[in-house]
């Protein structure tokens, strides 16, 4: 590991696979369960994760496989990463999405991103995933600076990027919540 962009830069799979066993959480890449697809396609159907992420406008199944059979060119060219929230003892089942697009790949920043199902929202399952994540991107990868942008009428999102170690650094004029925390 470097303190600089590496050329090229691909982004590796955490090995052995992320995993917290006091919350029971793990972290895997998607397209291991025969039901992602449908998971995510639905995730992009569901309003809350709509207003507060970036969904493609073709929300259908097909799209969701094409978007997952993409992700290893993703990680390879250096784009982005994201993994499936998963239980660990129910590794298949899709909880949610944690993941990371680089923003300033001059200078190492990333922007954390996360979402859950409706029915896995609250416990506290986005926190522990976000923290796993972010903790062993700042370990392992040349990523100095993640950052998170969350909307004041989503406080839950900046309880878990406060969670995850990021300090709340001012908000933009649209109101926005910047989030950061660098390596170190």
Request: aromatic content about 8%.
């Amino acid at each position: 590991m470097s303190d600089g962009w590496a050329e090229p830069w691909i982004f590796p799979l955490p090995w052995p696979p992320l995993a917290d066993p006091a919350t029971q959480i793990g972290l895997r890449p998607w397209g291991a369960g025969e039901e992602d697809p449908v998971v995510l396609a639905a995730a992009w159907a569901d309003p809350e994760v709509i207003r507060f992420t970036a969904v493609p406008d073709d929300a259908s199944v097909e799209a969701a496989r094409t978007w997952i059979r993409g992700e290893e060119v993703r990680r390879s060219k250096g784009l982005a990463m994201d993994l499936v929230i998963s239980k660990l003892d129910e590794p298949a089942r899709v909880l949610g999405e944690v993941g990371l697009a680089m923003v300033e790949p001059d200078k190492g920043w990333a922007e954390l991103g996360f979402w859950l199902v409706p029915e896995a929202r609250g416990g506290g399952r986005a926190s522990a995933a976000a923290t796993l994540f972010a903790d062993w991107v700042l370990r392992e990868l040349p990523v100095q600076r993640l950052f998170a942008r969350t909307q004041p009428e989503n406080p839950k999102a900046g309880r878990v990027a406060d969670a995850a170690g990021l300090t709340r650094a001012g908000e933009l004029e649209s109101g926005t919540e910047v989030w950061i925390r660098d390596r170190g």
